[in-house]
Each structure stands twice: as structure tokens, then as C-alpha cells.
């Protein structure tokens, strides 16, 4: 069982940057497609931004151009580097391995 680990998260004023990233336990990171989702208080879960493994990126319509999603096959990491920020982006973000292996998730929460 893969394991994910997510970190970066924290309180950042409108308009700021934060880069979240997850490590992946094992070397399967690198055959799998990665992908970010959040959930803000009483909303479902939602799609932020995925990376295939051969590094095509897509994103939802309310983070282009504010997030690059990237990754380090190297360090089995994948990375969501979000500029911009607005109160609207505050959840918690979770990375996924394939949509089938899931991190506990980091609590973003963007209020001045």
C-alpha cells in the first residue's frame, strides 16, 4: 500500500503564495498519473489540478493560471505551487496516486 504524505499547507493573506507538496512512499509514484483535490467546510470534495506520468498537466477552471501542479520523479514527489491566493481556495488539499491512494491532507487557509 502506497503511502502519501502532504505538506506546505498553512495561513497565508489573500493575494499570497504557498507550495504544497506530497511525497510518495515507493517507487509507483512514477508509473501513476498525480492529482490534487480540495474540500472547503460543507463542500465536496473537488478537483484542483492532475499530472500524468509523462508530465501533461490540466486543471479545474477556478485555479488556471494561479496553480502549476509539477513533479520529481527522483524524489517521488509531486508538487502544487498556488500564486494568488483567495479566500475561496481555503480546504483541505489532498494529493492521489491514480485516484485510488489518497494523503491525509493539508488544511490551506488563505484570510487576512
Known amino acids: 500500500q502506497v503511502q502519501l504524505v502532504e505538506s506546505g499547507g498553512g495561513l497565508v493573506q489573500p493575494g499570497g503564495s504557498l507550495r504544497l507538496s506530497c511525497a510518495a512512499s515507493?517507487?509507483?509514484?512514477?508509473?501513476?498519473?498525480m492529482a490534487w483535490y480540495r474540500q472547503a467546510p460543507g463542500k465536496q470534495r473537488e478537483f484542483v489540478a492532475i499530472?500524468?506520468?509523462?508530465?501533461?498537466?490540466g486543471y479545474s477552471d477556478s485555479v488556471k493560471g494561479r496553480f502549476t501542479i509539477s513533479r520529481d520523479n527522483a524524489k517521488n514527489t509531486v508538487y502544487l505551487q498556488m500564486n494568488s491566493l483567495k479566500p475561496e481556495d481555503t480546504a483541505v488539499y489532498y494529493c492521489?496516486?491514480?485516484?485510488?491512494?489518497w494523503g491525509q491532507g493539508t488544511q490551506v487557509t488563505v484570510s487576512s
Open positions: 492521489t496516486l491514480d485516484g485510488s491512494h
Open positions: 515507493d517507487g509507483r509514484f512514477r508509473f501513476n498519473d
Open positions: 499530472i500524468t506520468r509523462t508530465g501533461v498537466t
